[in-house]
């Protein structure tokens, strides 16, 4: 993660965690926050066994316990619009590591794809006075995010650029679309299928403008064809598979990208079983690399969406603006570049496309 | 899920949630909260509409508003070891839409393999006053459980199968490992290797015994080698694969069962990377249908966990010690059976064999 880019106030060395401090004096985290607020109630032993480690890890407070010293719990909440993209699993392991630097739970809820209750998720953690908010979306929330604000909960915005100024971290997704489609192009395709639906997605305009960038730029050497999905759904995918396996095959692209991995596992699913060969007849990608997309017939080229410093990055944000006097808060937004992640349905299988996994 | 196991108060029809109120009367949910606990303060019209949704779906608060009228939260807390493993994913989404339809708001935690964080969130759940706590641990936290009791938190246990009498929901974790064995030796495999690590923890013991019980079936037809991982990340995996691809050929089993998908995918990516054909010379899988394995050079047989049953089935447990009196309650134990998932690393590369995913 080396390579991330880091603004001053998002991100730092890694600090003690109230964790390590009760690891190693060998008391609950309970214990080590009476230390330091209530240090008449802990006995002797305990207290001194707290502050040795205090000392030896050289943990502190700092200005945050100053900040959240009016009346709003250590919790910060985390409110993602769905959890099925493992996007937003990596975002909450992100998020919580860094929360748990600067003393801070983080607290999660999700919304099963649902703005209505995304909305009443962000009230139910403000009726809880958690310290800060942050809220991963889908299309504008800009209403939830200023009613929060008014009741003293800072929100910071991720992977979603939102009307409403606030602090945000985003992937760059016209990138997204741009890697994708240029990789396609590299490998020497030049009949290209771009399999699109929810146009009205923000990532999804992002995306699509990337891929036209990456076919401009063939000056003519490379065609392009959309196909419209009716949704996200594996369902609408296998519907445009048998589309692509309906024509004569000298009519089909040699190449299918699909604006999600779950699209595009669907498609790889309807053309393996009608016999056409992935990569060597139609390589097909996705570009969200989204683990609920990993059941295929095929390992899936896909491009990654660094979640994980989308929610470290996030925290940092949030902790910046509870610490920072509001009359000198202003409003930073980090992007964060996309990577490919190459995988045999558009390299052929090779040892060289076997993801090694999580270590 | 037709063939779950249902209890009396453990599962039921499907209710309208405040959502649906909300939904249908085009007010936020926190506008029907306020026309069930506090008219005075909605509107004439807005309060029509809410009343006219209640009634129109059926919509009723019954025993469970009058049980948390005690201080407690409309929140539910599941707190679990991991959310990397997509089983814990499932749980979350299962337990969320059970508890929508009783009024309850779901917030989860997760404590990234770290068993004093696990104890370090419950604790700060039960500082937010929830109404209950969901517990999803890898090994006994009994002493968790009983804290959380005392403070007037019900507790339900998933997954895990602990020393304090508790309501529980867990997976046939024996079966688990049966089914497993059992598929490999109905393909016709007769030399097994089972490669096993952390059998301190009661999931592996319990695989191990199933497996055990389907090889000492074939009365001496099937042999069994055991080959222990120092854990179960993927470099231990990736360790026994080098051992395997060491032997002579003649010397290898001729079926791999990893006790956990992660294990079995880094074991796929060092055979196929060493030019060992998965699986006609080897056939391989795990059995806990994790997400997180999704990565390898060849799409991977498991077995499924079931998990949003399993989310569910602790949510209708949980309200039903909610609303019974304590001096009647009697805990619970719902046992999930899993079910084989047959894809290409043990079945050979066919149109059958792909996953159509999520639908």
Redesign the interface.
């Known amino acids: 993660m080396s390579d991330s880019p880091r603004r001053p106030g998002a991100d730092g060395p890694i600090r003690p965690s109230i ?1 390590d401090v ?2 190693r004096a060998g008391v ?3 214990t080590v926050s009476n230390v330091l607020n209530r240090p008449a109630i802990v006995s002797q032993e305990k207290r001194e066994r707290v502050l040795e480690a205090i000392e030896a890890l050289g943990f502190s407070r700092n200005k945050l316990a100053s900040a959240l010293a009016h009346g709003r ?3 910060i ?1 985390l409110v993602t619009i769905d ?2 993209n ?1 996007l937003f ?1 990596d975002i ?2 992100g998020a ?2 860094r929360a ?1 630097e600067h003393g801070l ?6 919304a ?1 794809d ?1 703005p ?2 995304l ?3 962000m ?3 403000n ?2 006075r958690v310290a800060g908010l942050l809220v991963a979306p889908m299309a504008d929330h800009g209403e939830g995010i200023e009613r929060s604000r008014r009741l003293g909960c800072p929100v910071v915005e991720l992977n979603y650029d939102g009307e409403v100024p606030s602090c945000r971290v985003l992937v760059d997704n016209e990138a997204v679309g741009y890697l994708a489609a240029r990789h396609l192009i590299d490998l020497g395709r030049t009949h290209l299928a771009f399999v699109i639906a929810r146009v009205d997605y923000q990532p999804v305009v992002l995306r699509r403008a990337g891929v036209l960038r990456a076919v401009a730029e063939s000056d003519g050497a490379v065609t392009l064809t959309e196909l419209f999905a009716e949704g996200l ?3 609408e995918g ?1 519907r445009i598979g048998q589309d692509l396996v309906a024509l004569p095959a000298g009519q089909r692209p040699d190449a299918v990208l699909a604006v999600t991995d ?1 699209l595009a ?2 498609i ?2 309807q053309l ?3 016999g056409i060969r992935i990569p060597d007849d139609i390589a097909v990608m996705g570009c969200d690399h989204n ?9 899936l080229t896909s491009v990654e969406m660094r979640g994980e410093e989308i929610g470290a990055a996030g925290v940092g944000l949030l902790v910046a603006e509870l610490t920072e006097p509001a009359d000198t808060h202003s409003h930073t937004t980090i992007i964060l570049e996309p990577r490919l992640r190459i ?2 349905s558009t390299a052929g ?1 090779s ?1 060289a ?7």
Chains 1, 2 share one sequence.
Do not use: C, I
């Open positions: 964790l009760a690891k609950s985290t309970g719990s250590k919790t909440g959890l099925s493992s699993v909450a392991r919580q590591r748990l739970y983080l607290q999660l809820a999700f099963d649902d209505t209750l909305d009443a998720h009230s139910a953690l009726d809880e759904k594996p369902r296998a779950v596992m669907a790889v699913n393996a079983s009608s683990s609920a997309a990993w059941g295929g017939a095929v390992p995988r045999e299988r040892p496309n076997a993801d090694q996994g999580q270590s």
